[in-house]
T-cell receptor, first 112, second 114 residues
Framework: KAGVTQTPRYLIKTRGQQVTLSCSPI?????VSWYQQTPGQGLQFLFE???????NKGNFPGRFSGRQFSNSRSEMNVSTLELGDSALYLC???????????FGQGTRLTVV | GNSVTQMEGPVTLSEEAFLTINCTYT??????LFWYVQYPGEGLQLLLK?????DKGSNKGFEATYRKETTSFHLEKGSVQVSDSAVYFC?????????????FGSGTQLTVLP
């Protein structure tokens, strides 16, 4: 069974640009969550999607947004990039009501 | 709100030493508790979990017991190996029985020397 796949693995963007990251969950998993990992703030919850609806959102500015498609694949978008957005962005998927979250390898975003 | 406090690192041990990484939490209700491990350049891997008080999670020689009276979920291993070198994260989900909207501790870097 394929794991959670995140693309791309690495990205370099310029301040002010926007970026879209993609996450394909494990087959059959309908819940997809996104996390930001930085050395200073650690791992922080961004948002969770289930059946194409955002169920929860963390404490991030509106520049961070996401969506989920009917096949459960999810994308997150960051607009007007800032240097502080440089981070490892992790996606996790789980079964509806499942007690385990499976993480992808992450997308390393560097903003210059 | 929910929070997780984890033992500060880094932790350096010799092979076959005993490992304890402390984790305490603050949450309302009955959270599910997790330990995740992260190897360099990788995402997070679930190491073990416990979904109710007094549950013991175990995997690959690691164990942790959900102690509601002390709001703790300490990670232990009797004999560490070089291959256990990684960053360990304690986490909780405020949604009972689920792994949604995880709150993580700051992580503990473990280095095991041969």
């Amino acid at each position: 069974k394929a794991g959670v796949t995140q693309t791309p693995r690495y990205l370099i963007k310029t301040r002010g640009q926007q970026v879209t990251l993609s996450c394909s969950p494990i087959s059959g998993h309908r819940s997809v969550s996104w996390y930001q990992q930085t050395p200073g703030q650690g791992l922080q919850f961004l948002f969770e999607y289930f059946s194409e609806t955002q169920r929860n959102k963390g404490n991030f500015p509106g520049r961070f947004s996401g969506r989920q498609f009917s096949n459960s694949r999810s994308e997150m978008n960051v607009s007007t990039l800032e240097l502080g957005d440089s981070a490892l962005y992790l996606c996790a998927s789980s079964l509806a009501g499942g007690a385990e979250a499976f993480f992808g390898q992450g997308t390393r975003l560097t903003v210059v | 709100g929910n929070s997780v406090t984890q033992m500060e690192g880094p932790v350096t041990l010799s092979e076959e030493a005993f490992l304890t990484i402390n984790c305490t939490y603050t949450a309302t209700g009955y959270p599910s508790l997790f330990w995740y491990v992260q190897y360099p350049g990788e995402g997070l891997q679930l190491l073990l979990k416990a979904t109710k008080a007094d549950d013991k999670g175990s995997n690959k020689g690691f164990e942790a017991t959900y102690r509601k009276e002390t709001t703790s979920f300490h990670l232990e291993k009797g004999s560490v190996q070089v291959s256990d070198s990684a960053v360990y994260f304690c986490a909780l989900s405020g949604d009972p029985g689920s792994a949604r909207q995880l709150t993580f501790g700051s992580g503990t870097q473990l280095t095991v020397l041969p």
